[in-house]
């Protein structure tokens, strides 16, 4: 829709004050059946005259609008009306709708008018898998007929111009900003985010990223563009295929994982030495200065700007990127820019959203070992243990040998980080089947393919946390400890996916009988 058409239906929609009038607001519903944020406010209306039912048929109506404003997915119980006219009129009864109370005002008049100007009325066209371009003036909703077969979904090439959007527990705000920002250019913009922990206090990122919506736009100022929905939680729709989205974000999630171990290790030479790294070599130098075994080719060529970003996160007191280290009055409108900023236009050096340097988590209750970025999971792994002779509270992984005592399978594995110079050590075992147990006399053992790769990942000094309770529930599909459930082992699950570097130098120390308590 043209700027000014747009603006004009807002002002029509305004000019009889619909928060005020809900008269006139079941007679634009029935007018525009598929203006959502109309029906949002005709269900708030009815909910707060206490007309649950009629409020829930409303609520489904306006779908993604609803989630937006009200944080939560919609859940309707009972059977619904089959037509928006039964709802219009007295006497119709409804299911009930579950849902939070909301203490946002009279629900802010200024939002709804920013939001009419901003999202197009293709998002209506959630219900269509194959959706191409098309003008907003002409958008309109399809019900889909009750049981019908979901249509079979062509397989798409991954378009040219896609930028990816990492959406951090919000992406109806993102939405509105990729909205805001995506009228000119051509391209598809897709919204991804983390899943959240069942104690909704980490992104687990360790699950994957997945793609959530896109907003498609054939540019030339016509005012085309389209919504895609990827993930069922954004809409009740047929989702639309995201199989040639997939390996691009996967991959942006390696070159992030690069990233913030790259940064990680830069830290922790800074930390040991008291200067930052001049050359990539000197974050892989021989036992026991050993905190990584090598650099990928990427890391290296990021090397650079990552000691940049490291500089200036030092400066200024905490872990952000470059760009956002911006004067103090200038951050509003920089973080305005920041936020309408493609994630996958960041350089190989930027981890962001995985700011904070790599830390190890370990849950003794649980038996698992996270490797975590601020309350980002990047790793989860099932781990033995030692019941009352794990040592509980904060050590540093103060030494990294690669073959302890000569051999790759022997009582300790293949790999071994020991703690704070203690007799204390994250390492391997030669007996798997402790993993999950409190077998070990105090030591943390690990999975051949997990030690490896979690070796890999950290440093020296990496800080290693051990408590009750610290990690979030596992679900149902972490049942096993085998380390092939969902996000937890080496590659998140995926054994054959772990995050690997190049050995590039002398890690072990065969001069060394290491005595861990195994």
């Given at each position: 829709?043209?700027?000014?058409?747009?603006?004009?239906?807002?002002?029509?929609?305004?000019q009889?004050?619909?928060?005020?009038?809900?008269?006139?607001?079941?007679?634009?519903?029935?007018?525009?059946?598929?203006?959502?944020?109309?029906?949002?406010?005709?269900?708030?209306?009815?909910?707060?005259?206490?007309?649950?039912?009629?409020a829930?048929?409303?609520?489904?109506?306006?779908?993604?609008?609803?989630e937006?404003?009200?944080?939560?997915k919609?859940t309707?119980e009972?059977?619904?009306?089959?037509?928006?006219?039964?709802?219009?009129?007295?006497?119709?009864?409804?299911?009930?709708?579950?849902?939070?109370?909301?203490?946002?005002?009279?629900?802010?008049?200024?939002?709804?008018?920013?939001?009419?100007?901003?999202?197009?009325?293709?998002?209506?066209l959630?219900?269509?898998?194959?959706?191409?371009?098309?003008?907003?003036?002409?958008?309109a909703?399809?019900?889909?007929?009750?049981?019908?077969?979901a249509?079979?979904?062509?397989?798409?090439?991954?378009?040219?111009?896609?930028?990816?959007?990492?959406?951090?527990?919000?992406?109806?705000?993102k939405?509105?900003?990729?909205?805001?920002?995506s009228?000119?250019?051509?391209?598809?913009?897709?919204i991804?985010?983390?899943?959240?922990?069942?104690?909704?206090?980490?992104?687990?990122?360790?699950?994957s990223?997945?793609?959530?919506?896109?907003?498609?736009?054939?540019g030339?100022?016509?005012?085309?563009?389209?919504?895609?929905?990827?993930?069922?939680?954004?809409?009740?729709c047929?989702?639309?295929?995201?199989?040639?989205?997939?390996?691009?974000?996967?991959?942006w999630?390696?070159?992030?994982?690069?990233?913030?171990?790259?940064?990680?290790?830069?830290?922790?030479?800074?930390?040991?030495?008291?200067?930052?790294?001049?050359?990539?070599?000197?974050?892989?130098?021989?036992y026991?200065?050993?905190?990584?075994?090598?650099?990928?080719?990427?890391?290296?060529?990021?090397?650079?700007?990552?000691?940049?970003?490291?500089?200036?996160?030092?400066?200024?007191?905490?872990?952000?990127?470059?760009?956002?280290?911006?004067?103090?009055?200038?951050?509003?409108?920089?973080?305005?820019?920041?936020?309408?900023?493609?994630?996958?236009?960041?350089?190989?050096a930027?981890?962001?959203?995985?700011?904070?340097?790599?830390?190890i988590?370990?849950?003794?209750?649980?038996?698992?070992?996270?490797?975590?970025?601020?309350?980002f999971?990047?790793?989860?792994?099932?781990?033995?243990?030692?019941?009352?002779?794990t040592?509980?509270?904060?050590?540093?992984?103060?030494?990294?040998?690669?073959n302890?005592n000569?051999?790759?399978n022997?009582?300790?594995?293949?790999?071994?980080?020991?703690?704070?110079?203690?007799?204390?050590?994250?390492?391997?075992t030669?007996?798997?089947?402790?993993?999950?147990?409190?077998?070990?006399h105090?030591?943390?053992?690990?999975?051949?393919?997990?030690?490896?790769?979690?070796?890999?990942?950290?440093?020296?000094?990496?800080?290693?946390?051990i408590?009750?309770?610290?990690?979030p529930?596992?679900?149902n599909?972490?049942?096993?400890?085998?380390?092939?459930?969902?996000?937890?082992?080496?590659g998140?699950g995926?054994?054959d996916?772990?995050?690997?570097?190049?050995?590039?130098?002398?890690?072990?120390?065969?001069?060394?009988?290491?005595?861990?308590?195994?």
């Amino acid at each position: 829709m043209k700027d000014k058409n747009r603006i004009d239906q807002v002002e029509r929609f305004f000019q009889h004050n619909p928060i005020e009038d809900p008269l006139y607001l079941k007679k634009y519903v029935k007018e525009h059946p598929d203006h959502k944020m109309a029906w949002y406010l005709l269900g708030r209306e009815y909910a707060a005259q206490g007309k649950e039912g009629k409020a829930a048929y409303c609520f489904a109506q306006s779908g993604e609008i609803y989630e937006a404003f009200e944080r939560q997915k919609i859940t309707i119980e009972g059977p619904l009306p089959t037509s928006p006219a039964s709802v219009l009129h007295k006497g119709t009864t409804v299911g009930s709708v579950k849902r939070k109370s909301s203490g946002k005002g009279k629900w802010m008049p200024l939002m709804v008018i920013l939001l009419l100007l901003a999202v197009p009325a293709a998002m209506d066209l959630a219900a269509k898998e194959d959706i191409g371009a098309i003008p907003h003036e002409t958008a309109a909703a399809v019900p889909a007929a009750a049981n019908a077969p979901a249509p079979a979904t062509p397989k798409q090439e991954v378009p040219s111009g896609l930028k990816l959007y990492f959406s951090n527990g919000d992406w109806g705000k993102k939405l509105q900003q990729v909205l805001s920002s995506s009228g000119s250019g051509a391209g598809e913009s897709v919204i991804m985010e983390a899943s959240r922990s069942a104690d909704d206090k980490w992104n687990e990122w360790n699950r994957s990223v997945k793609p959530l919506i896109s907003v498609e736009s054939k540019g030339g100022g016509g005012g085309l563009a389209a919504l895609k929905y990827y993930q069922s939680q954004t809409c009740s729709c047929q989702v639309a295929d995201s199989s040639a989205i997939v390996p691009v974000i996967d991959n942006w999630m390696h070159e992030r994982e690069q990233a913030i171990v790259l940064q990680s290790a830069i830290q922790a030479y800074q930390k040991k030495t008291g200067t930052l790294p001049e050359k990539p070599e000197q974050l892989a130098k021989p036992y026991p200065d050993n905190l990584l075994p090598g650099l990928s080719p990427e890391m290296q060529e990021a090397f650079p700007q990552a000691v940049s970003k490291v500089n200036e996160s030092a400066k200024t007191g905490k872990a952000q990127d470059p760009v956002q280290a911006a004067d103090k009055n200038e951050q509003p409108k920089q973080e305005i820019k920041d936020q309408a900023t493609p994630s996958s236009s960041q350089p190989k050096a930027s981890a962001d959203p995985l700011l904070e340097p790599l830390r190890i988590v370990i849950d003794t209750d649980k038996h698992r070992l996270a490797l975590v970025s601020g309350d980002f999971i990047i790793r989860s792994y099932p781990v033995g243990l030692g019941g009352e002779k794990t040592p509980q509270g904060e050590f540093v992984i103060s030494e990294k040998v690669r073959n302890p005592n000569g051999k790759s399978n022997g009582e300790f594995g293949s790999r071994g980080m020991t703690l704070s110079d203690t007799l204390y050590a994250i390492h391997g075992t030669n007996k798997p089947s402790s993993i999950g147990k409190d077998e070990s006399h105090g030591c943390v053992r690990m999975q051949q393919a997990d030690i490896e790769e979690l070796y890999n990942m950290v440093t020296h000094e990496t800080i290693v946390t051990i408590g009750k309770g610290v990690l979030p529930p596992s679900s149902n599909s972490d049942a096993s400890n085998s380390g092939g459930s969902s996000g937890l082992g080496a590659g998140g699950g995926k054994p054959d996916q772990s995050f690997g570097l190049p050995l590039q130098t002398n890690d072990s120390n065969p001069s060394k009988k290491y005595k861990w308590l195994d």
